[in-house]
């Protein structure tokens, strides 16, 4: 089958020597991984490579096989050029982690229009902003809809959170945030994109990234710690 869709690149694989194994998540049939063959081994090959940077948003023509073996492009494009994500090293170490993280994440694959829209308009709000300090908590809280994992804030006036439970408590059991910490996770609770960088203390920040990854972990089967965690703590620190 032949299909007309737009992308979003969540991984790229080297394999041997000249090719590469791409993983983007598509509007039209969720995650797909393809298969480049020569992308290292022609003039035209470092343009090539460059479609295929974390989340760059494509246009693609492809051959979907739908059999789970790996897919082909016929055309690529980019489809929304990023203007300072590149050179901008805190939207840039954001990009890599959250790359990693959706690779990890999103397994569907059947087309999701909502989570698609999501994803795209989150990452052109990054490209376009420079408050954005608190743009990668605030992502995994909404993506924890998306992916059916939102905490359970029916009881948000209790003082403890539970990460494992995912739910808020009355009494601070092993898996549960302290009351200040509980504090704070139900002040990100309630942020948006464009919240200013001064609502956390970088100290702070930490707590709540730790506890992102804790609760992903513990509630999304086979969700591994970002390799790129440790550079996002530097960056934001």
């Known amino acids: 089958m032949i299909v007309h869709t737009q992308a979003l690149v969540l991984s790229a694989l080297k394999y041997n020597e000249k090719s590469l194994i791409v993983k983007c998540y598509t509007l039209t049939d969720g995650v797909k991984t393809y298969f480049v063959p020569s992308a290292f081994s022609s003039k035209k090959s470092q343009q090539k490579i460059a479609y295929f940077q974390p989340l760059n948003i494509l246009d693609i023509v492809a051959t979907h096989k739908n059999k789970g073996t790996l897919e082909h492009f016929k055309e690529i494009r980019i489809h929304t050029p990023y203007f300072s994500i590149p050179t901008d090293i805190s939207k840039s170490t ?67 959170f539970d ?10 059991g092993f898996e549960s945030l302290n009351e200040y910490e509980t504090l704070l996770f139900k002040n990100l609770l309630n942020l948006r994109y464009g919240a200013a960088r001064n609502i956390f203390k970088a100290s702070e920040r930490q707590v709540l990234l730790k506890t992102l990854v804790e609760y992903y972990s513990y509630h999304l089967d086979g969700f591994r710690r970002p390799k790129s965690l440790e550079i996002l703590k530097d960056v934001f620190s």
């Not at 994803?119 to 990668?136: G, P, Q, R």
């Not at 990460?163 to 601070?172: A, D, L, P, R, T």
Request: hydrophobic share 50%; proline share 3%.
């Open 94 to 160: 954001i990009v890599l982690f959250l790359s990693e993280v959706l690779s990890a994440a999103v397994k569907e694959e059947e087309r999701n229009e909502g989570l698609f829209t999501f994803l795209i308009t989150s990452f052109m709000w990054l490209d376009a902003h420079d408050e954005v300090a608190n743009f990668h908590l605030i992502f995994l809280v909404e993506l924890s809809k998306y992916l059916g994992i939102f905490p359970d804030n029916n009881e948000d006036d209790l003082p403890f």
């Open 163 to 172: 990460v494992k439970e995912g739910m808020f408590v009355s009494q601070q």
